[in-house]
């Protein structure tokens, strides 16, 4: 029997105790956000704050302090915080039933949404799983030996995944040759992306590759050399096909398949800044495509595409954090940016054009943000829209926040309106690390 389906782990209850029947007198951890002006990050001091509520024994989820500012355009409070003994986590996924996450233990946990019950965890053999991605049943995960598994998750009243190939499939010659399988990666997954109609699995990788996986025939149909450094990132247009990827060389690149073969094209090279490019993001509406890349810089830039001629066009950048960006997720004409600086963004795009505003600054963490995922809980008919943000640090938390975002109310952008203390306070804000991560960023140990 395989190993891996032998080790798959059930339903282990977290229980939140009486948190969920707390008195009234027990304030939940909210949050109120102002809004900034476009394509700027001013955010509004803590002005008040209590300690975080007792937890029921036995449980390992803890709470965060009330946090209160003067307007709210947009409010969060922490549902639940969770500290992972076995490793940092590198990757969250969501499908419709589940939370999953992969981390450097080699176990990849499931949990149940909303209420973040553990139903159960997979426990890999080969190495810590850096890359992670759900796709209806199907769940992609990327493994320290350089191979995907893909599962089958379809059932949502237990937890039993099923294994339904490892890519590449070993050769039955393999044990006749020392050199691995030409189809494989040489070192980490660090990414992966699905195309939806064509049924492509898109895997990137630090040997600065990107391949194609046809699942249904369990092979590799393309391999190219994308980059000079690590790939970092790949998204996909589910609507013309075009694969984004970024990389440590600085470079975001667009790539199209070749109509009727299975190769790769490179279309055009994004290249708008000198630090690595860490993420990815893309955004598309009725009126407009934009895609977005987070850099060491700390800097988030945008290009918009042309409706005609289909090129990328720079439109500008998002500034506001510290120190690097390293994740990112569009959802409508919102984008979340976490960051080496221990905090997560919310940035909203205006409609009808590119102009961007900051609308809030989440804080809770102690460690870089290392991934984050984003699913839609409520939208009602004023438009007001509540969402669940689940993020990861390398403090070894994983949080996860009910955020609510009311409708865009026009600014005064007069230069008269200016608050020179709420810019005074911006340039006095420094993030607040964890000491164990300030030791390994001295020691060059950068989100490895």
Not at 313 to 338: P, T, Y
Request: include cysteine.
């Amino acid at each position: 029997m395989d190993e891996e389906r032998k080790s798959i782990k059930l339903p282990r209850r977290l229980s939140f105790g009486s948190n969920q029947q707390s008195s009234s007198s027990e304030a939940p951890s909210i949050h109120f956000a102002s809004a900034a002006r476009p394509s700027t990050a001013v955010s509004e001091p803590s002005i008040d704050a209590i300690p975080p509520r007792p937890m029921s024994p036995g449980t390992p989820w803890t709470l965060s302090p009330v946090r209160t500012s003067s307007s709210q355009p947009l409010l969060y409070h922490c549902i639940a915080s969770l500290h992972r003994h076995e490793g940092n986590i590198f990757s969250i996924t969501l499908s419709k039933d589940f939370i999953f996450t992969g981390s450097e233990s080699s176990r990849i946990h499931a949990w149940k949404q909303p209420d973040c019950t553990e139903i159960g965890y997979i426990k890999a053999t080969s190495g810590q799983v850096r890359a992670i991605l759900a796709y209806g049943r199907m769940l992609f995960t990327a493994h320290g030996d350089y191979k995907i598994r893909v599962w089958d998750a379809s059932s949502a009243e237990n937890f039993r995944p099923k294994k339904i190939t490892t890519l590449p499939q070993r050769n039955r010659f393999s044990n006749l040759f020392s050199k691995k399988s030409s189809q494989q990666h040489t070192d980490h997954i660090s990414c992966l992306a699905y195309n939806k109609e064509d049924k492509l699995l898109y895997t990137g990788s630090w040997d600065k590759s990107v391949k194609a996986w046809k699942i249904n025939e369990k092979r590799c149909v393309d391999s190219f050399i994308a980059h000079e450094g690590h790939v970092n990132g790949i998204v996909i247009n589910q609507e013309d096909g075009c694969v984004f990827t970024c990389s440590s060389d600085g470079s975001v690149k667009i790539w199209r398949r070749v109509f009727g073969e299975s190769s790769h094209i490179l279309t055009m090279t994004l290249k708008f800044q000198l630090s690595p490019v860490n993420a990815l993001a893309l955004s598309l509406s009725n009126s407009t495509t934009l895609l977005y890349s987070g850099s060491s810089d700390g800097l988030i830039n945008f290009w918009e595409k042309e409706k005609m001629s289909g090129r990328y066009n720079h439109g500008g950048f998002l500034q506001g954090h510290h120190f690097a960006v390293l994740c990112l997720v569009a959802l409508g004409e919102l984008i979340f940016s976490g960051s080496e600086d221990a905090t997560i963004r919310v940035w909203r795009r205006e409609e009808g054009n590119c102009f961007h505003s900051c609308l809030s600054v989440i804080e809770g963490h102690h460690g870089p943000v290392r991934c984050l995922a984003v699913s839609l809980e409520t939208e009602n008919v004023v438009r007001v829209k509540g969402l669940l943000v689940y993020s990861a640090s390398l403090d070894q938390t994983f949080k996860v926040w009910r955020v609510k975002v009311f409708p865009t109310e026009k600014l005064n952008l007069d230069e008269s309106t200016k608050d020179p203390q709420r810019e005074i306070l911006e340039c006095e804000t420094s993030p607040v690390l964890s000491p164990s991560w300030v030791e390994k960023k001295l020691q060059g140990n950068f989100f490895q």
